[in-house]
């Protein structure tokens, strides 16, 4: 986690997946293409490899997130904000601090 803003009484961390979106472009664009080179359209060995390939890559794109956290002293509350490709989901905690 890095440390975004920081305040006296305000306090903003954000965490990055980068390395996992990136890792899950690199699956499921090497399975496109290895589908489109082969050029094999039947569904033999080649199409079911590229085929895993894009999944895998399409799961790890899915599960990849953005994470902030932010700690407000004057409001007494801490918010935890996911952020991924399938929407926003945001917790509120009140009289946490």
Known sequence: ?????????LMILKDY?????LTGLAFGGAGIFYFITTRDF?????????????????????ISKITTVTIDL??????????SIFGKKL???QRAI
């Open 1 to 9: 986690m890095k440390i975004i803003s920081e305040t006296s009484d």
């Open 17 to 21: 997946s980068v390395f996992i979106f």
């Open 42 to 62: 039947s569904f033999g060995n080649n199409s079911i490899i590229s085929l895993i390939n894009t999944c895998v890559g399409l799961a790890l794109i899915g």
């Open 74 to 83: 004057y409001a007494k509350n801490i918010n935890y904000t996911w952020l």
């Open 91 to 93: 917790e509120i905690f």
